[in-house]
């Protein structure tokens, strides 16, 4: 808790995001944008955190840190093994410095609180155990999973369907579910008004499955791969680390080892098929449809059982391998883990790049006298303007006629080349941040004229 805080006490430019997503939402889909659109119930927790304490940072570090402790405790729910066990100690070491679950609980977006979720679905709706009213918890669970990230609805698909047909309790478990789902729709649905929750809903989802669709290119199949091996497991890529080809190298044998020791398991047929059937799902939804901004956040649902075979795959290769050797190499692969986990959190401690780049038009506007022209894309004037940065905005995508002729006052261009005017910048100031902590906008250049 206390090490969520001090990285969440730095990193500027997620704080200030989601101070404005929170003032202005209330619930109302037509002042949000679409990412808090779909996670209205983790903003309405938050902002209930936020509220008892009185600091954003601490209430989100307080929601990391809860979210984080309950994936935890029901990956070892999934798996039925006590904390104190080989087992047990091992996944929840492997997932405690998973270095895409620190840095993503530490985002201060839902994402990890979510795939908590998506691990308490599991794990009452998978057929381990046919008690209804389990089922009845799994279904409700999922009904509030979709209120704290509404993307992540694929990986349900499939549990879902199960205990609707698997029982002679569907209508129960519907009603569950739907109960789930309005607790945080009807607030949604009341504060937007009906009509405008319909219309928005329909462009949201149309333009997410046409722009998917339409758009789709055989390269995302690779960038899925890319982004679970590079920022989901921390595995080796061509401008990291070379330490991170010793996580490399352990993953890929405790993959194997692991496998071999879950199949052996005795599971149900059932269980088999819809473990199989979520992951594939799951996979085939993030590849069509990723997510343009956060690429790697799409991944997450996958860490934890990729955690869970390696774990085992460890336990299959000191058990079988008892050499001094093959507990050196495990000890080596868990240290090299931990520790690059350690350092991307000290990392995550300095301002993102776009947060410097904030902080440095700040001092200009500070000191100049008369108009402040700013040109950047969409994304990045809307930045700078739940910012409270004054001067006027242009974007790139929008005003290309309007900037061509901008004479008169004080020009800046934030992540965009000289070319979009037609004279030499008078000065051009670099700002970077580690890509491997948020490898969006990890370089921007500020252009004035």
Not at 71 to 79: D, E, G, S
Not at 134 to 140: I, N, P, R, S, T
Not at 291 to 307: A, E, K, T
């Amino acid at each position: 808790m206390i090490s969520r805080i001090l990285t969440s006490l730095y990193y500027v430019e997620d704080v200030e995001n989601l101070r404005y997503a929170l003032s202005v939402m209330d619930f109302d889909w037509a002042l949000s944008q679409a990412q808090y659109a779909g996670a209205p119930l983790f903003v309405a927790v938050t902002k209930a955190v936020y509220i008892i304490t009185g600091n954003l940072p601490v209430a989100f570090s307080i929601i990391g840190a809860l979210g984080l402790f309950l994936l935890i405790y029901f990956t070892l729910n999934v798996l039925q093994v006590p904390l104190v066990s080989l087992e047990g100690g091992l996944t929840a070491l492997l997932i405690f410095f998973s270095q895409a679950i620190w840095l993503a609980s530490n985002r201060y977006l839902p994402d990890v609180l979510a795939v908590a979720g998506l691990m308490a679905c599991f794990y009452y709706l998978v057929p381990d155990h046919y008690q209804i009213k389990q089922v009845y918890k799994g279904c409700f669970a999922a009904g509030l999973v979709l209120g704290i990230k509404l993307v992540y609805f694929p990986f349900l698909i499939v549990p879902i369907v199960y205990a609707f047909i698997s029982n002679n309790k569907f209508l129960p478990c519907l009603g569950y579910f739907l109960i789930g789902i309005l607790i945080w729709l009807m607030p949604v649905i009341i504060a937007t008004g009906w009509t405008d929750f319909l219309n928005l809903s329909a462009d949201y989802t149309k333009n997410y499955f046409i722009f998917g669709l339409m758009n789709f290119k055989v390269t995302q199949i690779f960038s899925f791969i890319e982004y679970l091996w590079r920022d989901g497991l921390g595995g080796f890529w061509i401008d990291r680390s070379p330490f991170t080809l010793i996580i490399s190298v352990g993953i890929l044998f405790c993959t194997f080892f692991g496998i071999i020791i879950l199949l052996s398991f005795d599971y149900p047929r059932a269980k088999n098929y819809v473990i199989s059937g979520t992951l594939g799902l799951y996979a085939i939804w993030a590849i069509i449809f990723p997510n343009q901004y956060y690429g790697s956040i799409d991944v997450l649902p996958l860490v934890p059982f990729f955690l869970i075979t390696i774990s085992y795959g460890i336990i299959y290769f000191i058990v079988n391998y008892n050499y001094l050797s093959a507990k050196l190499m495990v000890l080596v692969f868990l240290f090299t883990n931990i520790s690059i986990t350690v350092y991307l959190v000290v990392q995550h401690m300095n301002p993102t790049a776009l947060a410097q780049a904030k902080m440095y038009v700040d001092e200009i506007e500070d000191g100049k006298k008369g108009s402040l022209n700013l040109i950047s894309v969409q994304s990045i004037n809307y930045y700078l303007e739940a910012q409270k940065v004054k001067g006027k905005f242009y974007s790139v995508e929008l005003d290309k006629d309007k900037i061509g002729g901008l004479k008169m006052g004080k020009v800046i261009t934030i992540g965009e080349g000289p070319f979009l005017l037609k004279r030499n910048p008078k000065k051009v100031t670099a700002f970077h941040h580690n890509p491997e902590v948020n490898r969006n906008w990890a370089d921007i250049w500020v252009y004035e004229y």
